[in-house]
């Protein structure tokens, strides 16, 4: 009688390197389809005859999809786990980018957006769910930032190449293609992505989903969360709104450039944010403090809005440089979620992150019709272009959140990488 064959050993490696392509296609999708609009907002305009307010509601849309799904995420990813809820919602981010890209009303381009916040809408907590199931605790800001690095290379895809695309073969012609891209996506992450380790400890998950739901109860009631969000917001909110909105339209209507010469300096600005995306990351085990780095990065990132608030050159080459900083110092989210990660148990991890976030896409929905409000207060000229002093207001009001932001997030009692290390020794 023949013995059975002893199961192979589980192989991490192996199977992180299996899921890494198809969740960074995910990541660089869901950035691409959130900044594209920033590319074409002046074509757009154009083509429809869009005022500054009606122009900031397109991308608003995506911010509003994504906000109304957050809670409803959490529930999915606690609840039936990331590889499920990703795969699915991210079909309707295809069949957003499908209907923008037939759209021929403000409606329809609206509605379109509005999907592609839906589908979009777990994509980041759901790497950030894999990462601290995956990950050592002290290695999340790591990932993290390296995740969001990574995911940043849709901002380049949206920016130089998007705009060649746009003018070699129309944008709807491009974005049907992202649509149809995105469908394969979709299926990609049923097959290839795994929840958990087959080697971790076995958590098995008791609740009943009408438990998983009131359980947001004790996260929504749990004020560090309103501190983490009002830092999330606030930073996550004027970075998108800046550069998936307004950097289109601020360079062509302050700066006169077409939509070639738009693209490249954004593409520059987006390699800015890649590169800071990175190096963020290991600072909170480099200084061994999370709220000092969030502290010093909100900072700079109010004086970066406030020197382009002050800003009157007419020189290309000067704001590329100031929105390039603007860009170093804004991805601050890594060390933000890393922040929440070791406040929070793992069985709540999707439902805290899925709260904070709500309150940040709620927020640069907000922005993004705030500033829309602050640019319709000025009169455009002839071809429907914003004077300067529009874009230096809208600066100038996202430095002073920014401070505010800083204020509500110092509340919350630091949690150094050292000390979360020596609390997992004790355990």
Not at 96 to 123: E, K, Q, R
Not at 402 to 410: E, I, K, N, V
Request: aromatic residues 10%; proline residues 5%.
């Amino acid at each position: 009688m023949q013995s059975e064959t002893p199961p192979e050993p589980f192989n991490r490696r192996a199977a992180i390197i299996r899921m890494v392509p198809v969740l960074a296609l995910a990541f660089i999708l869901a950035h691409f389809l959130r900044s594209a609009p920033a590319v074409i907002a002046p074509n757009l305009r154009a083509e429809l005859g869009l005022t500054p307010g009606q122009l900031s509601s397109l991308p608003a849309a995506i911010f509003l999809g994504a906000a109304l799904m957050q809670l409803p995420v959490g529930v999915f990813l606690d609840r039936y786990g990331p590889r499920r809820t990703m795969a699915t919602l991210f079909l309707l981010a295809a069949l957003g980018a499908i209907t923008f890209a037939a759209a021929n009303s403000v409606a329809g381009l609206a509605a379109g957006l509005f999907l592609i916040g839906c589908g979009a809408a777990p994509v980041f907590m759901g790497v950030i769910v894999l990462l601290s199931r995956w990950l050592a605790r002290d290695r999340l800001a790591t990932g993290t930032a390296i995740s969001i690095a990574v995911g940043g290379t849709g901002m380049l895809l949206s920016a130089s190449p998007f705009a060649l695309a746009v003018e070699a073969y129309g944008w709807r012609t491009s974005l049907y293609v992202v649509g149809a891209f995105s469908l394969v996506v979709a299926a990609a992450l049923l097959v290839m992505v795994r929840d958990r380790p087959a080697d971790a400890p076995q958590q098995a998950n008791t609740e009943t989903l009408l438990e998983t739901v009131s359980g947001l109860r004790h996260i929504l009631t749990d004020s560090r969360i309103y501190s983490f969000a009002a830092a999330t917001a606030v930073t996550v909110g004027a970075l998108v709104t800046v550069r998936n909105l307004w950097i289109g339209p601020y360079l062509n209507d302050v700066f006169n450039l077409d939509i070639v010469a738009r693209g490249d300096v954004i593409f520059i600005v987006s390699m800015a944010w890649i590169v800071a995306a990175i190096f963020y990351g290991p600072l909170d085990r480099l200084f061994d403090t999370r709220r000092g780095v969030v502290t010093g990065g909100m900072l700079a990132f109010a004086a970066m809005n406030a020197a382009l608030a002050i800003n009157a050159s007419n020189s290309v080459l000067v704001v590329t440089i100031l929105l390039s900083g603007f860009a170093l110092v804004a991805p601050m989210a890594s060390p933000i979620f890393a922040h929440a990660r070791s406040l929070f148990p793992d069985t709540h991890t999707g439902r805290a992150f899925t709260a904070i976030n709500l309150c940040t896409w709620s927020s640069v929905f907000a922005m993004q019709m705030g500033t829309g409000a602050i640019l319709d207060a000025f009169p455009v000229d002839d071809l429907g272009r914003s004077p300067a002093i529009a874009y230096r207001t809208m600066f100038g009001a996202l430095a002073f959140a920014l401070l505010l932001a800083l204020f509500a997030y110092r509340r919350v009692e630091d949690m150094p990488p050292s000390a979360e290390e020596k609390g997992a020794e004790r355990r």
